[in-house]
């Protein structure tokens, strides 16, 4: 079932703390885009299906990485991409983001889209994985 937009963007706002939904926005596109850069086939069309619309395109739609990048590397190219980002609150709106987007998925497809990322995303979704 897809939540949607407002919800989808209500959650991101609280858990980033933003003052507007604006910055929930730009927070919320940037690292969709970045993470559907990491995701290929039905993994990725199932987690956009769980999105609202407009998030869904942006995943399906990703900028091309060249290869997966490993967490301390997506925290960066987050905070190049956002505007006055600094690598701590770039680490703060990848995780309002992607605990939202763990929330709409569920446990079984959120393992399903960590199988397919580098080790040590599961801290950014806020699901740590016992080693």
Do not use: C
């Not at 970045?34 to 990703?62: K, M, Q």
């Amino acid at each position: 079932m897809t939540i949607r937009r407002e919800s989808f963007q209500a959650h991101v706002q609280e858990r980033g703390e933003y003052q507007t939904p604006q910055e929930a926005e730009r927070a919320a596109r940037v690292v969709l885009a970045l993470l559907g850069a990491h995701l290929v086939g039905t993994v990725r069309a199932e987690l956009a299906a769980r999105l609202p619309e407009t998030y869904a395109l942006i995943l399906l739609n990703p900028l091309q990485a060249a290869e997966p990048l490993p967490p301390e590397r997506f925290v960066r190219a987050t905070a190049a991409w956002i505007e006055g980002a600094t690598e701590k609150t770039a680490l703060w709106d990848i995780g309002a983001v992607l605990s939202t987007v763990a929330a709409a998925a569920g446990d079984v497809l959120t393992r399903e889209v960590l199988l397919q990322l580098p080790p040590g995303y599961d801290l950014l979704f806020g699901h740590p994985q016992p080693t």
